[in-house]
């Protein structure tokens, strides 16, 4: 984390308004995309965006720089809302919808080949196990390195390694899936 | 071990230094089980990318930063600000003054841009409002109302600019009231458990536009249109229907209706209830002038802000979050 973002967390912390701005400037694309991801109705994505972004600031001032990062703490924040979101506003998906077959051939490069859109992914993202989705978003979506997702999810490197090793593994078997039953 | 492989062979590609058969070249044992997981990652690199729109953007920040100007809200305090913001009066002038704030306008300005259409010097004005009122709408009764509102919007749009003879944007405009639409639908169906004037509403909203629809007396060349805003409005209702149907014995049990009565909502009197501002209403102009290609639905909600296409090798982005 750069020296820079320190200060201007420091900066927020003390509610200076133009730090924070710029600190929501620097994390809205990604708390953006990873909401988008993490949650199945479009609708809620601004809102829960900017849910985000005010309970951030209206606890900015209980938050202490630590060994964990800023982003962190606002992946946390976006985290548990996105929980709260489906315990009041979604139904739960039956598990049996959730379980993935082994025994189907992934065809080569066949996914690379087609276009993947963002509501095909976010479909399919959603039958992931959460620490799964995480690594996917956090990784493929919003670009974080290995040991940065690592950082984020308060989990060490070798663990996101193999979580996204599974990850990829899970998520190419539910396209294929998908792309098999039109 | 494959898992370092693995992103060895990601780093790798992502950086230029390799391709995917390289890799798999590279790692002949493992290359049977690494190929699906870097097509996967590679289609992952191009997918569209989704953003927030600017108007989204511009309105949260400038939300926060009113926000700290003051002092950090407490939880009582937070009760009296969302008692205020129920009222749709107070939407309405919250979006107002964010709008102004946003872009340093007049209110006649942002009054005038109301009636703007696609295209004009205004109507970002008029579509930041409408964000505007949308990011202020707290609860889903609020939001499935101004998406009601701006579908309304959009159909005047298309008329208006069906007689403009300007094809393209009317038809992207259909587009967006179909969005609406499904927005509206979408939060309506996820309360219609929990609150039943919120379907009424919808229910009495698309009725008022189909009504108005019918009534317009379009000219040949603009039938089409209409005849399509028809179909998305009548398909929505058929919808609504249903949901009215399956929610219907649990709405009875608990309200315990007179028997006999056969309406699915009997203890809400939600149509005249419902305030001016709930009730959509649209002014057709009677003699539009279009005649509409075939076009496609609206793609998904939010749209991602850059062109989808396919990138052959995996790219990660350069991004650091320090």
């Not at chain 1, 990604?30 to 951030?56: E, P, R, W």
């Not at chain 1, 690594?135 to 308060?154: H, N, P, S, T, W």
């Not at chain 2, 701006?150 to 967006?176: F, K, P, Y």
Request: proline content about 7%.
């Amino acid at each position: 984390m750069s020296i820079d973002e320190r200060a201007l967390v420091e900066q927020a912390i003390q509610h200076d308004s133009r730090a924070f701005a710029q600190l929501y400037d620097r994390y809205v694309d990604k708390i953006y995309k990873y909401i988008y991801y993490k949650t199945g109705a479009s609708a809620s994505v601004d809102d829960l965006t900017a849910q985000v972004f005010l309970k951030a600031w209206e606890s900015i001032g209980n938050y202490r720089w630590t060994e964990h990062p800023f982003a962190a703490w606002l992946f946390r924040i976006a985290h548990n809302l996105v929980i709260d979101y489906y315990r009041t506003r979604r139904e739960t998906v039956p598990l049996e919808d959730l379980a993935l077959e082994d025994n189907i051939t992934p065809p080569l490069d066949e996914l690379a080949q087609s276009h993947l859109t963002s509501a095909m992914l976010r479909q399919a993202i959603a039958q992931l196990t959460e620490d799964q989705q995480q690594v996917i978003v956090l990784k493929f979506i919003d670009g974080y390195e290995i040991d940065q997702v690592a950082k984020l999810l308060g989990k060490d490197s070798r663990a996101v390694r193999s979580l996204q090793h599974r990850a990829l593994g899970a998520l190419q078997r539910i396209l294929s899936k998908s792309k098999a039953q039109p | 071990m494959i898992d370092l492989i693995l992103e060895d062979c990601l780093k790798d590609i992502r950086d230029g230094h390799a391709t995917l058969a390289d890799c798999l070249a590279k790692y002949p044992d493992q290359a049977t089980e690494l190929a699906p997981l870097l097509g996967m990652a590679s289609a992952l690199q191009a997918v569209d990318e989704v953003k927030p729109s600017l108007e989204f953007r511009q309105a949260t920040r400038a939300r926060l930063v009113a926000l700290s100007s003051q002092p950090v809200r407490r939880e009582h305090s937070r009760q009296t600000w969302f008692s205020f913001m129920r009222s749709s009066r107070a939407y309405a002038a919250i979006a107002l003054a964010l709008v102004i704030v946003m872009f340093g306008l007049s209110a006649a300005i942002v009054d005038a841009s109301s009636e703007s259409l696609p295209g004009t010097l205004l109507y970002p004005v008029k579509r930041a409002t409408e964000q505007a009122q949308l990011f202020l709408a707290t609860d889903a009764a609020s939001q499935a109302r101004v998406h009601l509102q701006i579908a309304n919007h959009r159909l005047t749009e298309m008329v208006a600019l069906s007689q403009q003879g300007q094809d393209h944007l009317a038809e992207q405009t259909i587009g967006e009231y179909d969005a609406e639409i499904n927005n509206a639908l979408e939060i309506t169906t996820t309360q219609i458990k929990q609150n039943n004037s919120s379907i009424q509403n919808l229910t009495q909203g698309l009725a008022n536009q189909q009504k108005k629809l019918q009534e317009s007396q379009p000219s040949s060349s603009s039938e089409k249109l209409v005849q399509r805003a028809l179909t998305i409005s009548g398909k929505a209702l058929g919808q609504l229907s249903r949901i009215k149907s399956e929610a219907a014995p649990s709405a009875t049990a608990t309200e315990q209706p007179t028997p006999g009565t056969p309406t699915p909502f009997p203890t809400l009197p939600a149509l005249l209830a419902t305030p001016p501002a709930a009730q959509p209403t649209i002014d057709l102009p009677p003699s539009p002038k279009f005649t509409p290609p075939d076009r496609g639905k609206p793609s998904d909600v939010p749209k991602p802000t850059r062109e989808p296409k396919l990138i052959p090798q995996i790219k990660l982005p350069n991004l650091s979050p320090g």
